[in-house]
């Protein structure tokens, strides 16, 4: 079995579609990835040591 964990996150619309959201992805605690998905949909994936990957984190690491 995977040691992976997806968790859903809620963000600001980066777009018009009211349905786009963050997913992180973690493997022992640490976050590995962000999904940006559109429903069901997985749109791109966002490396969390690039500049945008940090500032997506930083929104949910204040808001907790």
């Not at 619309?13 to 973690?26: F, I, K, R």
């Amino acid at each position: 079995m995977s040691e992976e964990a997806v968790k859903a996150v809620e963000a600001p619309e980066e777009s018009a579609h009211e349905d786009t959201h963050y997913q992180a992805v973690e493997k022992d605690g640490t976050v590995t990835a962000i999904w940006e998905m559109q429903g069901q949909k997985h749109m791109r994936t966002i490396d969390p040591r690039s500049s945008e990957g940090k500032q997506i984190l930083a929104l949910f690491e204040t808001a907790a």
